[in-house]
């Protein structure tokens, strides 16, 4: 297993390496075309932020994914199954819709950023007081919670959408496609890392009670699992770490999903080692996804990550996990 | 209202350097010329104005949306989004774009004073907007008489005359899409002895019945391109209005005039003779 780590860590290098060295460029009749073009010093720090950018918010819905997957035991969850991505989608159309009717800039108001940070923590809070509610915080009253929750957010966005003005619309739209910023907030990159790697130690640390925790309830609690408090503590760290993703860069779909997955493929299903090789493999998406979209060039300016990793990572995945079958290996989480 | 005048201001103050150091007979080695003026223009708008004028050769970067310029032009960015490094491929002098409501991305503006280039955002919502923008790129301009030409043109548009008929001016069918009254194409429409139905700003999404309670005298649809036309007319013959039943209804392909520019007038003028026909052949129908 572990040179299968190894190779993860060294396809991470590779691509960050690539990402570094891909780029567009002019020809002597000053047409623009995309390929290997090695960075100046103009060019070098856009580029090393959208590979710092892009590992860090793959880092945090890798992580995101195994967590609240652990939380659910459900292997469809995903950062976005806490309705993560429409309490923040509907955060940035409140900011838009007010800013809009008051005068008061969305500046003024936290910008995108602001609203989108807003809107995540007040999903995931009204999912928890829902849930609580309900089944007290079991996985599948979490799970409905979210999902209805995010119905209703992503409504109420549409609406908020409707609302304001109509050069505005955009806005929320551009938003939701998901970006990794070249020209990020410096300290909110640095938060962002703080929080990834404290994440990554923590769920490291607790890799044990993760595995204990694919057991079911009364196994899992014969075997010294305290069951209330383990689950809050994964909600609260795989809520934090989706929005804290979706508010630096938009929400970015499946890679929350297929991170995991594909690290229990590679490594097997100890947590030991699959902490990690998530986090990898959740850099690895969006890091490929990003190189693409620096190398592509469809004629409508930079494409948005969010699309690359779905329309890309969906297929891989997909053959990805066909191997494996025919390989026989186990599908379970 | 306080963006508005600050992006008018920047872009005055911008253009109007550059129009100070161009006036005169003798080339100032210390003063940059209007060859050393390379624009990014992130609004198809500016572009076909900038066109217009005769500047194309001054536009090195565009956006996906600027069909007026070479699509040879790589694309660098548009009004929400930008790609610093193809920008600093190009090193433009300048950036046009009309900024959203929201504000102009404060990655641009910290980018684009990181790297020196003036950064002109202007909102074109109205025919004073145009002429406003159209006297900022003047000294950009090889041909002196020809922005005074455009000037003139922009100062000769009439002013509405509350006795002309009422039009609906539709420009998407789904959903569907008209001008209000804060809207360039209400200034335009006096060229063709018309005025708005409609007296709400900007872009209006309205249904059919809402339409329908204004009972316009004509409907004008504007399509972008051929294949939208059957559309339009469809949206504007459900319109449940006399204008409808009386078939007064003109629809035309015009993408001059779905973009507020220097353009956009001669695009209206062109118009008169398909509105008069309707007009004329529904009259002489009517008992």
Request: some cysteine; aromatic content about 4%; overall charge neutral.
């Amino acid at each position: 297993m572990k040179w299968r780590f190894a190779l993860l860590v060294a396809l991470v290098l590779l691509l960050a390496l690539a990402r570094l060295s891909v780029g567009p460029h002019l020809d002597g009749a000053g047409a623009m075309h995309f390929g290997v073009a090695m960075p100046t010093a103009e060019t070098l720090p856009f580029r090393a932020n959208a590979v710092a950018g892009a590992a860090v918010v793959g880092l945090l819905l890798g992580l995101a994914g195994l967590a609240l997957q652990a939380l659910l035991r459900n292997p469809l969850a995903s950062p976005y199954t806490l309705g993560v991505s429409s309490g923040a989608s509907f955060g940035v159309a409140c900011v838009l819709a007010i800013a809009a009717t008051t005068g008061i800039s969305t500046q003024a108001l936290g910008g995108e950023f602001g609203g989108a940070v807003f809107g995540a923590a007040l999903s995931l809070v009204l999912v928890w007081m829902l849930a609580k509610r309900a089944t007290g915080r079991d996985g599948v009253a979490l799970a409905l919670a979210g999902i209805v929750l995010g119905g209703v957010m992503s409504s109420g966005a549409m609406l908020l959408e409707q609302i304001v003005p109509r050069g505005l619309r955009g806005d929320l739209l551009a938003w939701m496609a998901g970006r990794i910023p070249e020209l990020p907030d410096p300290s909110a990159l640095v938060a962002l890392w703080i929080l990834g790697v404290l994440a990554l130690i923590v769920l490291w640390k607790a890799a044990h009670l993760l595995d204990l925790l694919m057991l079911d309830d009364d196994e899992a609690a014969a075997a010294g699992v305290r069951l209330a408090s383990t689950r809050a503590g994964l909600f609260i760290i795989g809520g934090l770490l989706a929005a804290a993703a979706v508010s630096f860069a938009g929400p970015i779909g499946f890679v929350g999903l297929v991170a995991p997955h594909t690290a229990r493929l590679f490594i097997g299903h100890r947590h030991r080692l699959l902490v990690p090789s998530t986090a990898l493999c959740g850099v690895i998406v969006v890091l490929s996804a990003d190189l693409l979209r620096q190398g592509l060039d469809v004629g409508t300016g930079r494409l948005p990550v969010g699309v690359i990793t779905a329309l890309a990572g969906g297929p891989f995945f997909l053959w990805l996990l066909s191997r494996s079958r025919r390989g026989g290996s186990e599908w379970n989480l | 209202m306080l963006l508005r005048s600050f992006s008018f201001a920047s872009a005055c103050a911008v253009f109007g350097v550059l129009a100070a150091c161009d006036r005169g007979g003798t080339a100032d080695p210390e003063r940059p010329s209007t060859t050393a003026i390379r624009i990014a223009s992130f609004s198809p708008a500016m572009s076909a104005t900038l066109v217009d004028l005769g500047c194309e050769s001054n536009i090195v970067a565009r956006s996906p949306w600027c069909t007026d310029v070479a699509k040879s032009l790589p694309v660098v960015g548009d009004f929400r989004d930008f790609d610093a490094e193809r920008i600093l491929l190009v090193s433009p002098s300048h950036i046009v774009l009309q900024p959203p409501l929201s504000g102009i991305n404060p990655a641009l503006e910290s980018f684009a004073k990181a790297q020196g280039i003036a950064l002109v955002a202007v909102q074109l919502d109205r025919m004073r907007d145009v002429r406003q923008f159209v006297s900022s790129v003047a000294p950009l301009a090889s041909d002196a008489a020809r922005v005074r030409a455009r000037l003139d043109a922009i100062d000769a548009i009439p002013l509405v005359d509350v006795h002309a008929p009422r039009v609906v001016v539709l420009v998407s069918a789904e959903p569907m899409l008209a001008a209000g009254g804060a809207n360039y194409l209400t200034d335009l429409l006096p060229i063709v002895h018309l005025r708005n139905a409609l007296d709400a700003e900007g872009w209006i999404e309205c249904s059919h019945e809402a339409l329908a309670a204004r009972d316009p005298d004509l409907l004008l649809g504007i399509a972008e391109r051929e294949e939208s036309v059957a559309g339009l007319r469809r949206a504007l013959e459900s319109i449940p209005c006399r204008a409808s039943r009386s078939g007064r209804i003109v629809v035309v392909v015009s993408p001059e005039l779905l973009r507020p520019s220097t353009r956009s007038i001669d695009a209206m003028r062109a118009l008169q003779s398909a509105i008069d026909a309707v007009l004329r052949t529904t009259s002489e129908q009517a008992p």
